[in-house]
């Protein structure tokens, strides 16, 4: 594994055996020329009690169809599920085969609702200065330390993805997809959170731009905090980033049932992002913490998002995407306008 003045690479796996531990990598890859996406995920589970697990989620979004193709499989963690390399991990997840690896791959299969959904699957990183591994925890003690108890990092935020998918009657060849690759881990999963992502491809003669962030509340010391959000914007190799301590609370963040809004002001301007979901398919999912509460991930991969930016020096821009988001919420309630997948 690679690292940096003693930190564990991106895609190191952080669980050492310990109770009360939850790890999960996930990939996403958007077909860049229709409203149709994939999203995977495979999870170490191990709960206060009992013995420990591994996930494998898979779910197909597509714009004509009102109910995405979604599934989830369980089964006890055994020796070899989860594997430190070089590179990163690889995964053996049910009956789903991840390399997470600068070049990577995913192989297998996960039941769904309308059958089998098989994917196979390489990546490898785009060759453009935004494709970087990024953290929106910037301290290391924020991603190393105890504090917050749930930790993210995107390892690698553009990816191009091909393969095939193969799903609910359909062969869905993947061509040079755009995507990305993330990693979160940690004692529980977040109160309450929104995360979005978006890659906007080079236009013309302007760069690649890409923008992450999250809108959240968490735990500390019993009491939930006020929203805190941060954002960070790459375009081309300027990095403008909104998470330093004072600009975490200068923010205006609208969080709804399936649009998020964010206004982060610092000492790199301003940057304003919307992303829309409504009247896209979405899947529910069962997300489980150690202690035995329930939190519900609203997940869409189909979100219109706008992004619009002030830099502190240089012009504005502005960006713009139809489908190409990627949108979470997590709550502690499912809600019955979508599909819920424990």
Not at 115 to 140: M, N
């Amino acid at each position: 594994m690679s690292r940096r003045g003693g930190e564990p690479g991106p895609n190191a796996l952080r669980y050492d055996g310990s109770r009360g531990h939850v790890e999960s990598y996930f990939l996403r890859a958007n077909d860049p020329s229709r409203p149709r996406a994939l999203w995977l995920k495979t999870t170490i589970f191990a709960p206060l009690e009992g013995p420990a697990e591994v996930e494998s989620w898979l779910v197909l979004f597509d714009g004509a169809r009102s109910v995405p193709v979604a599934g989830r499989e369980t089964s006890t963690l055994g020796p070899g599920a989860f594997v430190a390399t070089e590179d990163g991990t690889r995964v053996a997840a049910c009956r789903l085969a991840v390399d997470l690896a600068a070049r990577g791959s995913a192989r297998g299969a996960v039941r769904t609702a309308a059958g089998d959904a098989r994917v196979e699957l390489t990546w490898s990183p785009a060759s453009s200065p935004v494709a970087g591994p990024l953290s929106l925890l910037r301290p290391r003690l924020l991603r190393e330390g105890p504090f917050p108890r749930s930790k993210l990092l995107t390892p690698y935020p553009y990816l191009v993805c091909s393969g095939h998918i193969e799903a609910a009657g359909e062969r869905v060849l993947v061509d040079g997809w755009p995507g990305m690759q993330g990693h979160n881990w940690g004692r529980e999963h977040a109160f309450e959170y929104a995360w979005g992502q978006c890659l906007f491809p080079r236009a013309g003669a302007l760069p690649d731009v890409m923008v992450e962030g999250f809108s959240a509340k968490v735990r500390v010391g019993g009491r939930l905090t006020p929203r805190v959000s941060c954002l960070v914007v790459r375009r081309g190799e300027e990095a403008l980033r909104f998470d330093r301590l004072f600009d975490l609370w200068r923010q205006q963040a609208e969080v709804g049932a399936d649009r998020w809004s964010l206004v982060m002001q610092g000492a790199d301007g301003e940057a304003r992002l919307e992303m829309d979901a409504a009247e896209r398919p979405m899947a529910c999912l069962g997300y489980r913490n150690p202690d035995g509460r329930a939190s519900y991930c609203f997940n869409s991969k189909l979100a219109s998002v706008r992004l619009r930016v002030q830099p502190r020096r240089g012009a504005a821009f502005a960006c713009e995407s139809a489908h190409g988001g990627a949108l979470e919420f997590l709550r502690h309630a499912p809600d019955p306008r979508f599909p819920h997948v424990v």
